[in-house]
């Protein structure tokens, strides 16, 4: 059973407008939550990741944010440029109960159109 | 500089042969992890270590080995009992450390069996 859930396989967005990526969790000890970007054929790279201590985290044009009672994240990008293209996953991992490994989400194809 | 690194980037291999991976990592990480990926399923743990001469099965550990004599190198074995080996695999570390820090990727071995 996925812990990690990415429902939506793709997304298209214009350049300039606002890209949301969502993601559910099922494992309630999961405190700690991150996003990956991967391009085809390389090795995914970290961008942002959230505390379960906290509701949101920014970083420039990415913020991450968190609804523990809804076990939902989501990922903004604003503006988004065509450079974001990209699959984009979500991991979780339960830290406080030992520093599991990263499970992760089956990921989400951005398309940023010019 | 200091990084994960995978090697081959390819490789192909004949039905019933045993085949290793490498994964070298040089920023002191004490874990170190094998994920697989297949289009549309995301990122599946194989197995991961927490420190040297340690290591423990992921959710999808049949047919595969690993070995981890050093802090820096975490190689997997694909064995000829794996029944589907044809994937992207991926080799990731991370320190460990309080909080739970992003996982860095390498860029990714291509298994193909012919």
């Known amino acids: 059973d996925q812990q990690v859930k990415q429902n939506s396989p793709s997304l298209s967005v214009q350049e300039g407008r606002i890209s949301i990526l969502n993601c559910d969790y099922t494992n309630s000890m999961f405190d700690y939550f991150l996003w990956y970007k991967k391009y085809p054929a390389e090795g995914p790279t970290f961008l942002i990741s959230?505390?379960?201590?906290?509701d949101k985290n920014e970083d420039g044009r990415f913020t991450v944010f968190l609804n523990k009672s809804a076990k939902h994240l989501s990922l903004h990008i604003v503006p988004s440029q065509p450079g974001d293209s990209a699959v984009y996953f979500c991991?979780?991992?339960?830290?406080?109960?030992?520093?599991?490994?990263?499970?992760f989400g089956k990921g989400t194809r951005l398309s940023v159109i010019a | 500089d200091g990084g994960i690194t995978q090697s081959p980037k390819y490789l192909f291999r004949k039905e019933g042969q045993n085949v290793t991976l490498s994964c070298e990592q040089n920023l002191n990480h004490d874990a170190m992890y094998w994920y697989r990926q297949d289009p549309g399923q995301g990122l599946r743990l194989i197995y991961y270590s927490q420190i040297v001469n340690d290591f423990q099965k992921g959710d999808i550990a049949e047919g595969y080995s690993v070995s981890r004599e050093k802090k820096e190198s975490f190689p997997l074995t694909v064995t000829s009992a794996q029944k589907n080996p044809t994937a992207f695999y991926l080799c990731?570390?991370?320190?460990?450390?309080?909080?739970?820090?992003?996982?860095?990727f390498g860029q990714g071995t291509r298994l193909t069996v012919v």
């Open positions: 990731a570390s991370s320190s460990g450390a309080v909080p739970t820090s992003e996982a860095f």
């Open positions: 991991a979780a991992s339960a830290w406080n109960s030992g520093n599991t490994p990263l499970v």
């Open positions: 959230i505390s379960s201590i906290k």
